[in-house]
């Protein structure tokens, strides 16, 4: 018998195609960043001191790798590790694994230290952690001077909290005070000292979280969600910084930019102070940490813009749970635009706040999503006007009640964007890489609810338009408001952050801006936009404060108009 050797060949050849196509379908490509299973521990670790790397048990957890430029001060991108396996790095807080725990319940060891040259940290002794969750604790590692009894080696442990508030509508918030003092060489317009207490962006103290002692912390308590720029008001009631970049006067501890009367490195003081605007979720749970950082920004002197990093106390915002999606609740508020009209709101037959007169409104009421009936009522009871509503999650709605063109009460909706983002690119783009978040927020929607005006165009000072930071744009939300109706495509004017202007009001008409001035109401003034100037210490009180704003023009343009504020975060 013959063997063709050619097809043998062919055979063989084929069969391992075979088996080569069957090894490629059976190929997985595991794109997780960490391809291990790390269940956490309930022991956290809060890094406040800017510590690079970390030792459990005498193992390394990160890469100790020094950083590759000389000055270097803070977490940077190296080699990764399985525990830190994007920068290499510790990070700002860190949550133990469970492999580090041992029999009795213990993690032993934990060291932190520093690769950077320049990086110098408090002193750090090995110490260890409970693994307890009936009872989870954070270590808070810090920049620590003595200034208080309670304290050990710049490191406290914090009892955590990780039930949820007892109204699934509110979230929880406490105050944890680790200030320093400073020593002869700080400087001291950057120590805010002493006992602290949180306050609303107007600077009126949170009832609970006020007067924490160095070393101590709040009990939490319970606020509805939404968007908030809480501050930190020092014993003296100064304002705490926030953690930030931002170049600090090292005489007043305010931040300073390009806009007013030039000050140290060819900068003015703004004589405001960074406050972070977040949005707390419902049922979230948060720490707002006080302590000494070495990464507070200064001028030092020289006209030509040099700065230096230093010392000073500051405070950041700690999730103390994966921060949850709200996927069930809106918020709700009603103004009285109508003139001459006591009103009530009513949400399918509720009240919604007190009777308001004209120009005032209530309070932001949350409501679980779906649809709702809303009504404007007067004194008698007599409907005024209704609209129905859909209520979507994290929704942020103003019922404005107004006279339309022909007299007849009406309501107009709009939805205000608080997350302090924002898309600038075109329609053809995707929009990832087309968004930016302001970190010092001051911008202006403008309404018209003059009954006898088609168009107003609103201006700064003697009609000119509004001066912009680069990558906002201004006319389409100033120009041309139409009566009761928002702007939606690019509705907000972002305003530089401290540079002084008026709000005028002009008569326009398609094809003609700003048109003629309406020289009987009152311009707005750069500090009309102050919410309390008894926060600031005078003679330094800012141009006007940060924040998400409506400016409505209400009443007859003839006899009673007027411009009014309405600030949405708090």
């Known amino acids: 018998m013959k063997i063709n050797i050619a097809s043998t060949v062919s055979i063989l050849f084929a069969v391992a195609l075979t088996s080569s196509c069957k090894k490629k379908l059976d190929f997985q490509y595991d794109n997780r960043i960490n391809q291990q299973p790390l269940n956490g521990s309930s022991v956290r670790l809060v890094n406040m001191a800017n510590a690079t790397d970390l030792k459990i048990n005498g193992k390394p957890l990160t890469s100790f790798i020094p950083p590759d430029r000389d000055g ?27 492999q580090f725990v041992n029999a009795n319940g213990w993690i032993d060891s934990i060291v932190f230290s520093s690769m950077g040259p320049k990086s110098t940290l408090p002193p750090s002794r090995p110490f260890r952690a ?11 590692y810090v920049r620590f001077r003595p200034n208080t009894a309670n304290y050990m080696d710049s490191l406290f442990a914090i009892p955590r909290s990780v039930s949820a508030p007892a109204n699934p509508a509110s979230f929880k918030l406490r105050l944890l005070n680790l200030s320093s003092e400073p020593d002869k060489y700080s400087e001291p317009g950057l120590f805010r000292k002493g006992s602290m207490s949180l306050a609303w962006a107007d600077g009126t103290p949170v009832a609970g979280l006020e007067n924490i ?46 806009y007013g009367t030039p000050g140290p490195g060819g900068r003015a003081d703004t004589w405001l102070t960074y406050a972070p605007f977040k949005t707390f979720q419902p049922g979230g749970v948060y720490t707002v940490a006080v302590s000494m950082n070495y990464d507070c920004t200064i001028t030092n002197g020289n ?24 996927m069930t609740y809106g918020r709700l508020q009603g103004v009285n635009a109508f003139e001459g009209k006591e009103i009530k709101w009513q949400v399918n037959g509720a009240p919604m706040g007190e009777a308001l007169s004209f120009t005032k409104y209530t309070p932001y009421s949350i409501y679980v999503t779906e649809k709702y009936n809303l009504k404007a009522i007067d004194k008698t009871g007599a409907v005024l006007a209704e609209k129905d509503l859909s209520l979507q999650p994290g ?12 007299g007849a009460p009406s309501i107009a909706l709009v939805a205000n964007n608080l997350s302090t983002k ?25 309404m018209n609810f003059c009954s006898d005006l088609d168009e107003v165009t609103f201006t700064a ?35 530089f952050i401290n540079h002084p202007t008026q709000v005028l009001a002009y008569v326009s008409r398609p094809g ?28 330094f009180i800012p141009n006007r404060e940060p924040g998400i704003y409506t400016v409505a023009l209400v009443g007859n343009s003839r006899n009673n108009a007027r411009m009014i504020i309405l600030k949405h975060n708090k």
């Not at 409970?130 to 808070?140: G, L, Q, S």
């Not at 008001?233 to 931002?246: K, M, P």
């Not at 006209?303 to 709200?326: K, Y």
């Open 395 to 406: 929704d942020n709605i103003t019922a404005w009640l107004y006279p339309a063109r022909n």
């Open 303 to 326: 006209p030509n813009g040099e700065t230096i990093t230093t010392e000073g106390n500051t405070f950041r915002i700690v999730n103390d749970i994966a921060e949850p999606v709200n």
């Open 213 to 258: 002692n160095p070393g101590a912390y709040s009990p939490y308590i319970e606020i509805p969600y939404g968007t908030y720029q809480f501050k930190v008001l020092d014993r003296n009631g100064r304002e705490v910084q926030g953690n930030s970049s931002l170049i600090l006067n090292p005489a007043t501890g305010t931040f300073m930019d390009y």
């Open 72 to 98: 270097y001060f803070g977490p940077d991108q190296t080699r990764g590790t399985i525990y830190f396996p994007e920068t290499g790095r510790l990070g700002a807080s860190y949550t133990v694994p469970q």
């Open 461 to 495: 000072d003697n009609g000119l338009p509004f001066l912009v930071n680069s990558t906002s744009k201004a006319l389409n939300a100033s120009q041309h408001i139409l009566p009761g109706i928002a702007v939606t495509e690019d509705p907000y004017v972002q305003l």
């Open 422 to 446: 924002y898309y600038k690119g075109n329609a053809s783009e995707e929009g990832s890489y087309s968004t930016y978040r302001d970190g010092i927020p001051f911008w202006m929607r403008f």
């Open 512 to 539: 003609v801006a700003p048109g003629d001035w309406l020289s009987n109401i009152a311009p707005l003034k750069s500090r009309d936009f102050i919410a309390r100037p008894a926060l600031y210490p005078s003679p």
């Open 130 to 140: 409970k693994d307890d969750f009936n009872d989870p604790h954070d270590y808070y």
